[in-house]
């Protein structure tokens, strides 16, 4: 009995030792592992709008634009990793709050509303908010004559703030859609009689005649508000730094003025 109990101690310190030297080798593993994940830099997901051209736009499979374009200038003076996710306005924010996106560079404006969810970079562009009309329309020549019309708005925006804010005194019917380009069309076609949008923009593709239908009725029915890099509130600091950073550096160089300047005459 003794015998065999020697027998069963010494397997039994046999299987102690194995364990702890699979244990230590696997501990060794995970360190390695760990420092390896700190000597990368971090890669961040920033989207831009999937369609708000001049700012963001799909070009024969790529994204360009003014907001694409002064990320990648501020990410390359600043050593930025990031990965670009184009997806509708209205998701931006909510992905920003849960987590799914890092940042966003997005025709945003700068509101206190949306500071209650996200950080905002200093404000890298002035945008003025326009009532655009289809091109035969003759009826709207000022707000007063938005009495009981139909406004057409893409959700999240400022324009369907000012709709929303001023729904009560013109008597408006307001129509919800995703994307511009479905909201310019309502317009167009007659299913909406006007719709807001940030002169900048509207004049660019009215410029460019992808919006000949339109026309512009009131060029500005608020102060500029300016657009701002976002993150979410408390979070990526350091990206949000990096940012600002990279913006001056763009700013001093010329790089902004160059890239602005290829989209938007002075």
Do not use: W
Request: charged letters at 25%.
């Amino acid at each position: 009995m003794k015998s065999v109990s020697k027998k069963i101690l010494v397997i039994a310190s046999l299987l102690i030792l194995i364990a702890a030297t699979l244990a230590g080798c696997g501990a060794v593993t995970a360190d390695k592992t760990a420092s390896s994940d700190k000597g990368q830099t971090k890669k961040y997901v920033i989207a831009c709008d999937a369609k708000y051209a001049p700012f963001s736009m799909e070009v024969n499979g790529k994204y360009k634009g003014i907001d694409v374009e002064l990320l990648a200038a501020i990410a390359k003076a600043e050593n930025i990793n990031y990965e670009l996710k184009p997806m509708d306005f209205s998701g931006i924010i909510p992905g920003l709050v849960s987590g799914q996106i890092d940042g966003a560079i997005a025709g945003m404006n700068i509101t206190d509303e949306r500071k209650k969810s996200v950080d905002f970079s200093d404000g890298y562009f002035k945008s003025g908010l326009a009532v655009i009309v289809s091109k035969d329309n003759t009826s709207i020549k000022s707000l007063a004559d938005l009495n009981g019309k139909t406004a057409a708005v893409k959700k999240g925006t400022t324009g369907a703030k000012f709709a929303e804010d001023n729904k009560d005194k013109y008597h408006l019917h307001i129509t919800y859609f995703d994307d511009s380009p479905s909201m310019m069309l309502a317009v167009a076609n007659g299913n909406a009689d006007f719709l807001m949008e940030d002169y900048p923009v509207i004049n660019y593709q009215i410029k460019i005649g992808e919006q000949s239908k339109l026309k512009i009725a009131v060029p500005s029915v608020i102060d500029p508000p300016s657009y701002g890099f976002a993150v979410k509130k408390g979070e990526n600091q350091e990206l949000l730094k990096k940012f600002n950073e990279g913006l001056k550096k763009i700013k001093a160089d010329g790089t902004y003025d160059k890239i602005v300047g290829e989209y938007i005459s002075k």
